[in-house]
């Protein structure tokens, strides 16, 4: 490389020379949008009736639609809205776990009431504890595998009492007494 080269002047574009009319047009675009988020934001809160959601249901009555009548069909009386005064104070509103069409019926005896159905109870959601580790067990029952903590409700509807060890292996005690050993 010679002097020369090293000393050769580049043209700059002078000032009064044209600007290119693509930067023109990426200018005049880029105005655009900045006046467009700088305004739009007070338009739509000035106008919140042109953007606001609309709801979804508009109707107040609580009427079932007209369709053909099904075999078995089980409505709430609470669900509807033409009930005239004596359904209404017919109606029980304590919510209870009793089955209709089984009506507790006196007993022939002398005043005993009557036995309910024989029924079994279900069966205790037998859980096996897989391993404990950091304040937490792995337990497994038939519907699937859990991580469970002190405190926490266990498929047995027991709480998690403690965690202990015991020759060498966690146990681990429920609020009901029961202890479970890892595998």
């Not at 700059?12 to 988020?37: E, H, N, S, W, Y």
């Not at 009492?161 to 292996?169: K, S």
Request: avoid cysteine; hydrophobic fraction near 40%; glycine fraction near 8%.
């Amino acid at each position: 490389m010679t002097d020369n080269e090293a000393d050769e002047i580049v043209h700059q574009r002078r000032r009064d020379a044209k600007m290119p009319l693509t930067d023109k047009v990426l200018g005049a675009i880029g105005l655009a949008m900045a006046a467009f988020a700088t305004f739009f934001p007070w338009y739509a809160f000035l106008h919140q009736d042109q953007f606001s959601i609309p709801p979804l249901w508009r109707g107040t009555t609580r009427d079932l639609p007209e369709r053909p009548g099904r075999g078995v069909v089980s409505v709430s009386p609470l669900a509807m809205t033409d009930v005239d005064a004596e359904t209404a104070a017919a109606i029980d509103r304590l919510t209870t776990a009793t089955v209709p069409g089984l009506e507790h019926q006196p007993a022939a005896g002398a005043g005993e009431p009557q036995a309910g159905p024989e029924q079994p109870f279900p069966e205790p959601s037998g859980f096996k504890l897989m391993h404990v580790a950091n304040g937490r067990a792995l337990i497994e029952d038939a519907t699937g595998m859990y991580i469970v903590r002190i405190g926490s409700v266990l498929p047995d509807n027991s709480r998690l009492a403690t965690f202990e060890e015991r020759n060498g292996r966690w146990v681990m005690i429920t609020s009901k007494g029961q202890v479970y050993q890892a595998n």
